[in-house]
């Protein structure tokens, strides 16, 4: 399973990348206002910042709402970077943008997915990744990782070759549950992925290996 991180913050994205474990970064406006990054200009130069620090694809989010409109976003966010995968939302136009770019060989991810019938209509547009949601389900006590079990066995029926990226991923446990679903990618914060390094007897067991060492030198 790749792991992406899901924020706009440049020093969590570089602990990932050190850690040699980061496969990507998905972003959102709302993880952009949150470093409080604002306006198009900056916007655009904080993917390539993002771009130059880890290897792979990074997820940038469009706010048309309108065919046009996401097409030319599209278009100047996917000339930024060769790592940049065009996030479009699961709207009709949304599903329309994402058949063009697919057509055109740029990557697409299609987000706000909260049903397998979403996601039924993002593969067959040819998107690159699709975004179940999950942590936002569980919000509205409906199982967010039984929808990550619909859509691998709808996509397994057919072979789609969309990847299911499990986002709104909120901690360790989602990790290891979209691993055992089969969820291609997943995409959450900082400390969902740190989270699985802990265990005490790691701990404990490190602590005695040390000692014991110690002892003998
Ligand atoms: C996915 O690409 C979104 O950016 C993200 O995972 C949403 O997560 P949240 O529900 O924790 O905001």
Redesign the pocket.
């Known amino acids: 399973m790749k792991f992406f991180i899901?924020t706009a913050n440049l020093d969590q994205i570089k602990e990932a990348q050190d850690m040699g474990i980061l496969d990507g970064v998905?972003?959102?406006p709302?993880?952009m206002a949150k470093e409080g990054i604002t306006g198009t200009d900056n916007i655009m130069k904080h993917y390539v910042n993002i771009c130059k620090i880890v290897d792979g694809d990074v997820?940038a989010?469009v706010i048309s709402t309108d065919f046009d409109g996401m097409v030319r976003e599209g278009e100047a966010l996917a000339e930024l970077h060769d790592q940049i995968v065009i996030?479009l939302p699961m709207i009709k136009d949304g599903v329309k943008a994402c058949k063009y770019f697919s057509d055109r060989g740029i990557k697409t991810?299609v987000?706000l997915v909260f049903s397998p019938g979403q996601a039924l209509l993002a593969a067959k547009a040819g998107a690159t990744y699709v975004?179940p949601?999950i942590?936002?389900l569980d919000?509205i006590s409906t199982d967010g990782l039984n929808l990550i079990a619909e859509i691998r066995h709808i996509y397994d029926n057919y072979a789609y070759e969309t990847q299911i990226?499990a986002?709104?991923?909120?901690h360790t446990m989602h990790v290891i549950d979209c691993a055992k679903l089969g969820a291609d990618v997943m995409?959450?914060?900082l400390s969902s992925i740190t989270g699985l390094l802990k265990h005490p007897l790691t701990d404990i067991g490190l602590e005695k290996f040390l000692a014991d060492y110690k002892k003998g030198n």
């Open positions: 899901d998905t972003t959102n709302s993880l997820s989010e996030k991810n987000t975004s949601f942590g936002r919000d990226l986002a709104s991923v909120r995409t959450g914060p």
